[in-house]
């Protein structure tokens, strides 16, 4: 028996072009590479206050933070007064406990629309971003944890023929 690739002539194959042409690929950039990511700089008002609007359901929330003792308004009222239920209290200091500025920042807001459970979702994605603007360097804390994205879901609408927005009258055969 004979050895086959002794037989066979050197064939020049078209893997060492394509290497070739993988090298010259390698000298080119993407078209977003050459560009770094966005720097973020401080925002302030005149009165050295970092401002943003909050959005959820049909809630929008303007917020105002500025250095202090961690006291929240919400509607020129106290957060205890304003929200009864422990768990909002909660979500709107999620972004301050998350940064470990509770006791650092005084939390102005007004709120409107909707019903308690959106406003504090409102106040807590204005606070993350007034956050943001107040010290840009803690947007990557906060972003792993979606405090900065604004959860677009709101009610669906009432349909005609139909006794809410998808659930149909009692039907009856006779």
């Not at 979606?146 to 006779?174: H, I, N, P, W």
Request: net charge positive; aromatic share 6%; hydrophobic share 35%.
């Amino acid at each position: 028996m004979t050895d086959v690739t002794a037989e066979t002539p050197a064939v020049e194959t078209p893997a060492a072009e394509t290497l070739t042409g993988f090298d010259a690929l390698k000298g080119m950039q993407s078209p977003g590479a050459g560009e770094e990511h966005p720097v973020y700089v401080q925002k302030l008002d005149a009165q050295g206050r970092a401002y943003s609007t909050g959005k959820r359901k049909n809630a929008i929330a303007r917020v105002w933070i500025k250095p202090g003792t961690g006291k929240i308004t919400i509607n020129g009222k106290d957060q205890m007064q304003y929200f009864a239920r422990e768990i909002l209290r909660m979500m709107i200091a999620q972004p301050l406990e998350v940064t470990d500025r509770v006791t650092q920042f005084d939390v102005d807001c007004t709120v409107q629309g909707s019903g308690l459970s959106g406003q504090a979702g409102a106040i807590r994605h204005g606070l993350s971003h007034a956050l943001t603007h107040y010290e840009p360097a803690l947007r990557p804390v906060l972003k792993p944890h979606g405090f900065l994205t604004r959860d677009s879901r709101v009610v669906e609408r009432k349909k005609y023929g139909r006794a809410k927005a998808r659930k149909s009258f009692q039907f009856s055969k006779r």
